[in-house]
């Protein structure tokens, strides 16, 4: 195994020392006063050994990595039939593009573009109250890190309940298709909740083992789902993880890996490692900056690419 505290002692030196750190997002208004400087890196071994630097403990909004989480829970509730309203291709377009919507029936591309997460929140919903769904994903990866710590940062949910007029426009379209089987507010209130998930470095590399370790949650040893269904998250990942920016993910890290407009990026190295990355700036694609170019050193130096 390679020297990973040394590793990541020197990925964070260099990014602290990175002169381009891309831009935080600002249409969400809380994003945008999060410090740029801001870098943190988080390894969980397949032994459960942690190491981690930089802003590794400070928690940030996961964003578009909560929809994994969402994606794991909406399978184990509908299993396989969640394909039937969602598809698994990557879209090559942006991540809140509507686009594909008009001429796919209403289907979306895949579980990751944010009107594909929305038909998954829709699932999570089913017969429950949005606080009920809510409390559940909360629970969820809670459980999964083995941290109950976590929370939603109730400030960024409202603020994107107020501005993600975009959200409520694929929600309502997708309804209009009879993708949607509730009131768009009531599902926009389970997906904006889940995005405002806040995490660390460390609590997301560890809410991620199971997608390194055939599906298993290693401090109980339990199965969050199975190893197949394990594998193929992480083909959707690797596929559509970083939207019109995953060809060029898959190019640079090769490992499955999830980006969210927090700056977050949650990596599995499968029987090897789980990853969280942080860093707000974000390049033009909407995915961490520095969080990439940290995995990219990674990898360089691990050899950890699934390729
Ligand atoms: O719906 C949104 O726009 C945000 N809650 C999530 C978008 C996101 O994280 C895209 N990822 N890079």
Redesign the pocket.
Known sequence: MPDLAAIVADIAAEMAAAPDRGTPASY?PPLAAVDPARFGIAIVEADGTVHAAGDADMPFSI??VSKVFALTLALGAVGDQLWKRVGREPSGSA??SIVQLETEHGIPRNPFL?AGAIVVSDILLGRHEPREAIGEMLRFVRNLAGDDGIFIDEAVARA?QET?FR?IALANYMRAFGNLHHPAERVLGVY?HH?ALAMSCRQLALAGRYLMAGGRNPDTGGSVVSARRARRINALMLTCGH?DGSGEFAFRVGLPGK????GGILAVAPGIASIAVWSPGLNER??SQLGTLALERLVHRTGWSVF
Do not use: A, D, R, W
């Open positions: 969400i964003q578009s991540f809140n944010n994107e993600g959200n904006f995005c939207y980006s969210g407009v927090g909407g995915n």
